[in-house]
Nanobody, 127 residues
Framework: QVQLVESGGRLVQIGDSLTLSCVASGRSSRHTSLAWFRQAPGNERRFVAAITPNGQNAIYADSVKGRLTISKDNSNNTMYLRMNSLTPEDTDVYYC????????????????????WGQGTQVIVSS
């Protein structure tokens, strides 16, 4: 089992930056890949980024490349999502997800492949 707790979501203004955090506990972090997804009410969860257990490799959705950065601090089992140049289109609930595995790839964007999820953290970008 893996427990995930997100934090950091809040109301921000256009152009602001924000960092989301996800603390993982339970199953060994050395064998667990983590990812960020986003979801609006009534919509399917969309992939944002994923990172390997050692934090050395990451993959991003094309729409966020160069603007969002995923990272991981294994000393405190925490994953981060740094979000820059925020726009209202970034408004969503952001979820942390985990699955067993040490690699990231095309299938990292399949939300159904992740058995563990956090409760989500709301990001609202106001115009």
């Amino acid at each position: 089992q893996v427990q995930l707790v997100e934090s950091g979501g809040r109301l921000v203004q256009i152009g602001d930056s924000l960092t989301l955090s996800c603390v993982a506990s339970g199953r060994s972090s050395r064998h667990t890949s983590l990812a960020w997804f986003r979801q609006a009410p009534g919509n399917e969860r969309r992939f944002v980024a994923a990172i390997t257990p050692n934090g050395q490799n990451a993959i991003y959705a094309d729409s966020v490349k160069g603007r969002l950065t995923i990272s991981k601090d294994n000393s405190n089992n925490t994953m981060y999502l740094r979000m820059n140049s925020l726009t209202p289109e970034d408004t969503d609930v952001y979820y942390c997800a985990a699955r067993v595995g040490t690699r990231v790839g095309i299938d990292s964007g399949v939300w159904k492949s992740y058995p563990y999820w956090g409760q989500g953290t709301q990001v609202i970008v106001s115009s």
